[in-house]
């Protein structure tokens, strides 16, 4: 129904930027909510960063306020997290989602579609 592809992630200094995007497609008459999640090797996926359909409301990890901007394009499908200060702590796959019905935006079980993941290296 719904189908997300992730691009733009790779290997980065610490200190340095990237921004990753997210491209949605399929036939469906909902309108989504969308997330950032990222999972380093061993740990669980945890959540980075959320936004509402409209663009509106935004909600953050504590660990990235202040570094990482999502934000949203629907006239082109598609969310972005910019990614600014990379530090080797956020190096893991990260995975753009979509639901039409969240709650609680940080929880995984929220969201109903799954791209499938890019890597983000940062090197020290």
């Known amino acids: 129904q719904v189908q997300l592809v992730e691009s733009g992630g790779g290997l980065v200094q610490a200190g340095g930027s990237l921004r990753l995007s997210c491209a949605a497609s399929?036939?469906?008459?909902?309108?989504?909510?969308m997330g950032w999640f990222r999972q380093a090797p061993g740990k669980e996926r945890e959540f980075v960063a959320a936004?509402?359909?409209?663009?509106?409301?935004?909600y953050y990890t504590d660990s990235v306020k202040g570094r990482f901007t999502i934000s949203r394009d629907n006239a082109k499908n598609t969310v972005y997290l910019q990614m600014s200060s990379l530090t080797p702590e956020d190096t893991a796959v990260y995975y753009c989602?979509?639901?039409?019905?969240?709650?609680?935006?940080?929880?995984?079980?929220?969201?109903?579609?799954w791209g499938q993941g890019t890597q983000v290296t940062v090197s020290s």
């Open positions: 936004i509402s359909w409209s663009g509106g409301g935004t």
């Open positions: 399929g036939r469906t008459f909902r309108r989504y909510s």
């Open positions: 989602a979509a639901s039409g019905l969240v709650r609680i935006p940080s929880l995984v079980s929220q969201y109903d579609y």
